[in-house]
């Protein structure tokens, strides 16, 4: 069973995979950093110095002047801010990935095509196999 287990992982798909989730895990907190810390600020300021951190709605009925101080009191909240980041955060991973995808399809080589197994006897037309130097139908001698 060990050995079974092994032969499976290592697999070059299963390698591969597990690269690209550990690979991808790092990526996505690196968008997550670029939204909040470098896009957000600038949209915040141009949409009159708006922090999208703080935006919820409080169903507790009390008024807390942020997020933080909401959850420090226990209070239900619908965090749409925060849910707005996450939509930005993930529309630009999405993007890169689908950069990077395309890019490696780009990259590979198309592969050319496979010989013809068949081909048309120049006498009377039937399909016959290529290597074939007479045809079967019409018993015409096919050179070249």
């Given amino acids: 069973m060990l050995k079974e287990f092994k032969e499976f992982v290592m697999r070059g798909n299963v390698v591969d995979l597990a690269i690209g989730i550990v690979i991808g895990g790092a990526f996505g907190k690196i968008v997550t950093s670029f939204v909040s810390d470098i896009l957000m600020p ?3 300021l141009l949409l009159g110095k708006v922090n999208f951190t703080n935006l919820f709605i409080d169903l507790s009925g009390n008024h807390f002047t942020s997020l933080e101080e909401a959850k420090k009191a226990g209070a239900a909240t619908i965090n ?7 939509i ?3 529309t630009i ?6 950069l990077l995808i395309r890019q490696i399809n780009r990259m590979r080589r198309e592969s050319e095509p496979a010989a013809p197994d068949t081909k048309e006897c120049r006498f009377c037309l039937s399909v016959i196999p290529a290597a074939a130097v007479r045809c079967p139908h019409c018993t015409s001698e096919l050179n070249g």
């Fill in 88 to 90: 930005l955060d993930f």
């Fill in 93 to 98: 991973v999405a993007f890169a990935i689908f």
């Fill in 42 to 44: 600038p949209i915040g």
């Fill in 80 to 86: 749409y801010g925060l849910f707005f980041n996450t």
